[in-house]
């Protein structure tokens, strides 16, 4: 089955404590992009990749960092998450046709509280 | 900069009303891309639609349809007989032809009445 997977989907972790969200789509999609989802805010690009080892900041990369050494992989670290990275998050994957872009196809989301 | 509408925060109808969903974008680009998203109760999110920036005509898909205006930069969306299983936030979202990044509204949350 096609999907994007994404792991944990539920975190409660505490103030400055390094985790890593991983994200991981089998559709040999060519970019993948980071959301996360805060009420009244609607959804806010994090990061995204066109493809391994090309990354690029989306609206709101502060405090996070990601990497992209494989295809299907595209993990979500944050380094010492503050309470405000409190969100829900959403890894999506596409594939990148150039001039021709394709619907993204979103993961279930995880939901990370930070206390 | 590229920037999403949806003026309506909530909207609440009853069952087999028909319903609009308001989305305005703003953007400088002449290559762009518009898509609506729905997010139901479980939190996922389905992708409904996509519309190219050179491709004006109105789509309808069941009871679901589009109506894009480049003149009036909207892209709206219309439920006609609503039913219960539409309540969900619906996203609008836009790709500029000139980057990478995706910008959502955000969003309109949908209660159908029985």
């Known amino acids: 089955e096609a999907q994007v997977t994404q792991n944990p989907r539920y975190l409660i972790t505490v103030t400055g404590k390094k985790l890593t969200v991983t994200c991981s789509q089998n559709?040999?999609?060519?970019?993948m992009s980071w959301y996360r989802q805060d009420p009244g805010l609607g959804l806010r690009q994090i990061y995204y990749?066109?493809?391994?080892?090309?990354?690029d900041k989306g609206d709101v990369p502060e405090g996070y960092k990601v990497s992209r050494k494989e295809k299907r992989n595209f993990p979500l670290i944050l380094e010492s998450p503050s309470p405000n990275q409190t969100s829900l998050y959403f890894c999506?994957?596409?594939?990148?046709?150039?001039?021709?872009?394709?619907?993204?196809?979103f993961g279930p989301g995880t939901r990370l509280t930070v206390l | 900069a590229q920037k999403v509408t949806q003026a309506q925060t909530e909207i609440s109808v009853v069952e087999k009303e028909d319903v609009t969903l308001d989305c305005v974008y703003e953007t400088r680009d002449t290559t762009y891309y518009l898509f609506w998203y729905k997010q139901p109760p479980s939190g996922e999110l389905v992708f409904l639609i996509r519309r190219n920036s050179f491709d004006e005509q109105n789509e309808i898909s069941g009871r679901y349809s589009w109506n894009f205006q480049k003149s009036t930069s909207s892209f709206n969306f219309t439920i006609t007989a609503s039913q219960v299983v539409d309540s969900a936030v619906y996203f609008c979202?836009?790709?500029?032809?000139?980057?990478?990044?995706?910008?959502f509204g955000k969003g309109t949350l949908l209660t159908v009445n029985p």
């Open positions: 979202a836009l790709k500029r032809g000139s980057n990478y990044k995706l910008t």
């Open positions: 999506a994957s596409s594939i990148w046709g150039g001039i021709d872009y394709n619907e993204q196809f």
């Open positions: 559709m040999n999609h060519e970019y």
């Open positions: 990749s066109m493809n391994v080892e090309v990354t």
